[in-house]
């Protein structure tokens, strides 16, 4: 025997179904213009990145170590000046009390430079120049966690802001549910159990409501942190950056460009240059010395000046093993970076590995979802066709509403995981700079400054000045 429902029943559910139906439409509609893309996310995250700026400044002070060994090299001038009162208070049976004073001004140069000391300095200028190096792939390791920081906060506010219209548009639903409950209850048509069940989905979705707007707001704090400003309306990126579809030949790219490697390659050198630095501090040293004085009596005429200039030649004789322990310490250091290079690589490997695994999977994901939608698309039309004739209730139509809302969020959440993960291999490789995606924002150069001090300029001089106004303008930044 067949059913059929009310009159009132049938316009509920037509009701219900153009609700539905322009949320499911007002959902899949594309972002207006005027909007945030997510090139604009990550040129505002590098510029924006307090991160950087520290690393800058460590990269900096790195090149400064390359400026001090140079200096070395170099003659050392030192000046020393003094006055020094003397006097003297005698008492004789002869001359009775003597007293007597004098006022000496002393007045030097000293000059040092070293001739030769078996290359340790010249190590020492190396090991520095190394260690500049690698500190420069340690800053592109951290442009690379900011740029991949920003593409997460992106499409987190992103997916955030769908799923936020989503539950609104499934509270709007049911309360249409709930008043259409309430109605028919007045009229007998449905008991209170049916307006309890109604009231319960409700309160469940306005709940589901201030999560989703919670989590929206906790997405916003974190791109203002990573990208400097609130966002506007998020653009879906139009398309997924360019990735080598072989995952080897990923891996072999990654082991020859990714900032991890080469910093670490620049350690090992930076580490064997340290063991001939221990090395040749066993050898002497030859230097050229200098002194130049002047003594000045204030209540004589008497003055004199002196000088000297000579070759020195110094070197250890025994300090308890300290020099010996120096060297093997310098050498254990070097083996462990060379062990911290083998790890690196192997690390690098199984991140490339486990990033096209999770882009793989967010792919497959996501094209699941999207059958999903179709399927739950055709559902509910079909639970509404079959509510018109009275084959279902409205707590059916809300079910099936419920299925397709789910089944969006799912393939919301799914399109962002997949550009993460893109973006993600894109990191693992090495690739995820400034210069690598092609952004338009100015870049910071690292060679500049080290060509500025590397020959270590004097403070007073042209280069110098120079300097100090590069620096101010730092500080100001």
């Known amino acids: 025997m067949q059913i059929r429902a009310p009159h009132r029943t049938i316009g509920y559910a037509r009701r219900l179904t153009r609700l539905a139906g322009a949320a499911v439409i007002a959902l899949a509609l594309p972002m207006t213009a005027q909007a945030d893309t997510l090139a604009d996310a990550l040129a505002g995250s590098y510029t924006h990145s307090g991160l950087l700026e520290q690393n800058r400044a460590l990269l900096r002070a790195a090149d400064e170590d390359v400026a001090a060994s140079m200096a070395g090299l170099r003659p050392i001038l030192n000046w020393s000046t003094d006055i020094t009162r003397s006097f003297s208070r005698s008492n004789s049976s002869l001359g009775g009390n003597v007293r007597s004073g004098d006022t000496d001004l002393n007045a030097g140069i000293t000059a040092e430079w070293l001739l030769y000391d078996f290359g340790r300095s010249w190590y020492q200028v190396d090991a520095a120049k190394e260690t500049v190096l690698a500190t420069r792939q340690a800053l592109i390791s951290i442009e690379q966690q900011v740029l991949l920081r920003a593409v997460q906060a992106y499409m987190n506010v992103q997916r955030t802001t769908r799923f936020v ?25 449905v008991t209170r159990t049916d307006v309890a069940q109604a009231e319960a989905r409700l309160s469940s979705a306005v709940s589901g409501l201030a999560s989703a707007e919670g989590d929206l ?14 966002p506007g309306k998020l653009t879906q990126p139009p398309s997924l950056p360019k ?26 050198a930076a580490a064997d240059f340290n063991v001939r630095v221990a090395e040749a501090a066993m050898n002497p040293r030859l230097t050229l010395n200098g002194t130049l004085g002047v003594n000045e009596e204030f209540n004589s005429p008497n003055f004199s000046q002196s000088g000297s200039v000579g070759v020195q030649l110094s070197g250890p004789i025994y300090q308890g093993g300290a020099l010996s322990s120096a060297k093997r310490r310098a050498m254990a250091q070097r083996d462990a970076v060379r062990g911290l290079l083998h790890t690196t690589g192997y690390n690098v490997r ?6 096209y695994a999770v882009l793989a999977a967010a792919r497959a994901s ?32 809300l079910n099936a509403e419920q299925e397709l809302l789910n089944a969006q969020a799912d393939q919301i959440s799914a399109q962002a995981d997949v550009f993460i993960a893109a973006y993600s291999v894109l990191s693992s490789m090495g690739q995820l700079t400034v210069r690598d995606l092609n952004l338009n924002v100015p870049t910071y150069d690292p060679v500049a400054y080290y060509n500025m001090v590397k020959d270590a300029p004097a403070e007073h001089s042209k280069q110098g000045k120079q300097l100090d106004r590069v620096l101010r303008a730092i500080g100001k930044q």
Not at 217 to 230: C, L
Not at 376 to 384: D, P, S
């Open 165 to 189: 219209d989503l539950r609104r548009s499934n509270v709007r639903v049911i309360r249409e549910s709930l008043r259409a409950a309430r109605d028919r209850f007045q009229v007998g048509e």
């Open 217 to 230: 707001a906790q997405a916003i704090e974190e791109y203002v942190a990573v990208v400097g400003h609130r």
């Open 243 to 268: 990735i080598t579809q072989s995952e080897e030949t990923a891996k072999q790219i990654a082991l020859r460009n990714h900032p991890d490697i080469l910093k670490v390659q620049h350690d090992v």
């Open 350 to 355: 199984r991140n490339v590995g486990n990033s």
């Open 366 to 397: 996501a094209a699941a979802s999207s059958d999903g939608v179709r399927a739950a698309r055709v559902a509910f039309n079909g639970v509404n066709e079959e509510a018109k004739l009275g084959a279902r209730t409205t707590l059916d139509v």
